[in-house]
């Protein structure tokens, strides 16, 4: 068996939410996500947990334990960290290849998907997109909470589902997770983009402006920051000294999702998820252009943005870029099945 990570190079406008691991950006879903866990990994009931037994599923839990160490965790809380880990990437990958572009294309380019990523969508102008985008933020988390908890309450085999994951240099597989494990990381994606995409009140518990990414990285003539809002910020994306605020709040909101949708899981009963929604996503209008109240994260904000990379006007579902997400996992056992289409799981 080989595992190994490689990497492509990326341009700044390739930055998506906080980044997902690649040989030239830091893996802070990842990291956010496992680091929240281990917090709260004990109070995880291993019994819970579905065992994925293909070798691939193996092979891959192995290389998330030796790359996050954690190697001490009991085994089914091992598969779980692995399964978080498929599922907070993606959001941002699809399940395809971080090296396609235009497979990358599609999951982050449509002017009306942006709500997944907590960004504005196309028509979401002025303080009225605000309101509109954070709700939009907020749905989407809260689906697929609930497509945990709902995926919790079938017959064990029937937790275990097939999901599309690439292998560079093997092509694409069907890969088999616990389905509540996946889709809680998916909704950690979302909540996690609700701290990268934004400005936030001085406490980090209310939204006050929404950022854009789908008309910044289009014709820089037809942008317009006091309808369109502020620019994506590559800045806010990294995980780093610079935002270690930002980045502690994330990380907390993170601990209380997998805290409260964990909690679902062992009481069958739903509710805890939301909660967290509420603590963590709410608007606070009156924040507009051009200053925004002063934000205190206004200029690191803009002091790298996200803006066309080649000055055109991009197609309607398309980025202009396909800069690298490109953690290259090599998986020389296990296999699996050549994917096919989608799992209806995540429905």
Known sequence: MVLAATSVA????????????TG??????????????????????????????S???Q????????RYGLEHLEERHQQLAM????????????????????????????????????????????AAGDAVAVAGCRDGIVKNANRSWRAS????????????????FYGGVDLPVWAPGFLLGRALHGLQDSFSHTLRTRDYRRITHVMNYTDAIGPVEDYDEARDGLRHSVAMDACSDDNAE??????????????????????ATQGAAL???????????????????????????????????????????????????????????????RRGRRPSATE
Do not use: K
């Open 275 to 337: 909660t967290v929604v509420d603590r963590w996503i709410q608007y606070e209008p009156g924040c507009e252009y051009p200053d925004y109240c002063d934000s205190p994260w206004l200029d690191y904000a803009q002091s790298d943005e996200s803006y066309p990379f080649t000055g055109c006007s991009t197609a309607s579902d398309a980025t202009p870029d396909g800069g690298g997400l490109g953690l290259v996992i090599l998986v020389g056992l296990g296999l699996g099945r």
């Open 153 to 168: 309450l079938r017959p064990a085999p029937d937790q275990i589902i097939d999901v599309p994951f690439v292998l560079d």
């Open 55 to 57: 070798e691939l599923s």
């Open 246 to 267: 930002i980045v502690r709040a994330t990380r907390q909101a993170t601990v209380e999702m997998i805290r409260a949708v964990a909690s679902e899981w062992t009481t």
């Open 83 to 126: 399964v978080l880990f498929v599922g907070v990437r993606d959001l941002d990958t699809g399940g395809g290849a971080a090296l396609n572009v235009v497979n990358l294309r599609h999951e982050h380019g449509g002017r009306h998907q942006q709500h997944a990523h907590c960004t504005r969508n196309e028509d979401d102008d002025y």
């Open 24 to 53: 030239v950006t830091p893996d802070c879903h990842e990291r956010l996500t496992i680091d929240a866990l281990l917090e709260v990994v004990d109070e995880i009931e291993p019994g819970l947990i579905v065992m994925a037994s």
């Open 59 to 66: 092979n891959l839990t192995r290389y998330v334990a030796t």
């Open 10 to 21: 990326s341009s700044s406008t390739s930055a998506w939410a906080y980044y997902v691991g």
